[in-house]
T-cell receptor
Framework: DTGVSQDPRHKITKRGQNVTFRCDPI?????LYWYRQTLGQGPEFLTY????????KSRLLSDRFSAERPKGSFSTLEIQRTEQGDSAMYLC??????????????FGDGTRLSIL | AQSVTQLGSHVSVSEGALVLLRCNYS??????LFWYVQYPNQGLQLLLK??????LVKGINGFEAEFKKSETSFHLTKPSAHMSDAAEYFC??????????????FGKGTHLIIQP
């Protein structure tokens, strides 16, 4: 168990640029989640994949955000035309499960995005 | 809709003293409840979880929590604080009937300070 891996750890970009983050979940985990965490707040749910299918998207996920998990393994989160308000820590988590939400989610160390 | 309230954004205790971090939740269905710890610039680490069964659950690092349905609470305790316990603590709730399609709903967190 190598844990959830996120890349890059830090990203600094200018407003209006596009950015892409990658998440590699724990290998046997079929569920993958993206969260956003701003300073002094708890993580907020963005979206969820079961294998390669994106099953749920939060209202926080504007049309500038897109997430993929093409082969049911790693996932990418892209933000287009970044805005100051996008500055946050983006966390990825994974878990196993075929039914209810009783399996804990395992989190990566996150990607910290700073918009200049 | 679910929600989590963590009373006290900052809690300060002396080393060796009892740690009590409060969490109240709101859920229209039986909840699954979790406590996570976050150290600076890191992701979240699971401390413990309640799904069904025994209402007093034990976790890692000497922490435990008790699910009280009548009080809609899931407070986290540790008998004797260590300096290494200084961190941010998050309570989270999951919908037990969500079938895996919902992310966790987190509280805003409690920053635990340990005084030497």
């Amino acid at each position: 168990d190598t844990g959830v891996s996120q890349d890059p750890r830090h990203k600094i970009t200018k407003r209006g640029q596009n950015v892409t983050f990658r998440c590699d979940p724990i290998s046997e985990h079929n569920r993958l989640y993206w969260y956003r965490q701003t300073l002094g707040q708890g993580p907020e749910f963005l979206t969820y994949f079961q294998n390669e299918a994106q099953l749920e998207k939060s209202r926080l996920l504007s049309d500038r955000f897109s997430a993929e998990r093409p082969k049911g393994s790693f996932s990418t989160l892209e933000i287009q035309r970044t805005e100051q308000g996008d500055s946050a820590m983006y966390l990825c988590a994974s878990s196993v499960g075929t039914g209810g939400n009783n399996q804990p989610q395992h989190f990566g160390d996150g990607t910290r995005l700073s918009i200049l | 809709a679910q929600s989590v309230t963590q009373l006290g954004s900052h809690v300060s205790v002396s080393e060796g003293a009892l740690v009590l971090l409060r969490c109240n939740y709101s859920s229209s269905v039986p909840p699954y409840l979790f406590w996570y710890v976050q150290y600076p610039n890191q992701g979240l680490q699971l401390l413990l979880k309640y799904t069904t069964g025994a209402t007093l659950v034990k976790g890692i690092n000497g922490f435990e929590a008790e699910f009280k349905k009548s009080e809609t609470s899931f407070h986290l305790t540790k008998p004797s604080a260590h300096m290494s316990d200084a961190a941010e603590y998050f309570c989270a709730v999951s919908d037990s009937l969500g079938g895996g399609a919902d992310g966790l709903t987190f509280g805003k967190g409690t920053h635990l300070i340990i005084q030497p």
